[in-house]
């Protein structure tokens, strides 16, 4: 996870300004492909990420080959090698901007959209995804649910087994974030 973190503070070289920034200290990443004649879900619980609360820009960052889940130890191992090729991708991020400005100051909920950059498969795209943040006691927590079309990010599925993985996957996240000092 050391390697994640150095990833992490360079992706974040987004100039943070502020003393103080909103770090994860706990969360998860869902995902779900319901195709015709399988329903696959996985999750993750190591995403690391910052929100400079001045600036209102945020990074996240995920590896590729933390999920766990699956129907089968196969299916996990053909999600990494063959579809995901975690090895060579061994990272999925998104970084960019609140496009609605919050103060993290105040408490309360806020039905946000983050724009940004989806890095996947080696793959960038632009995204702008719906998000609440809710602000409770100097805590922030963040919800979203989007899907990620796998020809977006040139993740291509045999024929032979296109009834069994869904051309689009679910993806639901919570991460929980806590106000750090800055390094």
Do not use: C, W
């Not at 879900?41 to 080959?65: C, H, L, M, Y």
């Amino acid at each position: 996870m050391t390697k994640l973190k150095l990833i992490l503070l360079v992706i974040v070289s987004l100039q943070l300004h502020a003393q103080k920034r909103f770090e994860v200290v706990g969360g998860k990443i869902d995902f779900t492909s319901n195709a015709p004649l399988e329903l696959i879900k996985a999750n993750s619980e190591f995403a690391q990420g910052i929100i400079d609360p001045n600036t209102n820009r945020f990074a996240f960052i995920v590896s590729t080959g933390s999920f766990k889940g699956f129907n089968s130890e196969l299916q996990r191992q053909h999600f990494n090698e063959k579809y995901m090729e975690s090895e060579k991708y061994y990272q999925s991020s998104f970084t960019g901007q609140l496009e609605d400005l919050v103060n993290f100051k105040v408490d309360g909920v806020h039905k946000v959209n983050v724009k940004g950059t989806l890095l996947v498969h080696g793959k960038k795209q632009p995204r702008t995804i719906p998000s609440t943040i809710t602000i409770s006691r100097g805590k922030v927590k963040i919800n979203s649910e989007f899907n990620v079309a796998l020809a977006d990010h040139d993740i291509s599925i045999p024929k032979i087994i296109s009834h069994k993985l869904a051309t689009e996957i679910f993806v639901k996240l919570e991460f929980l974030l806590e106000e750090k000092e800055k390094k």
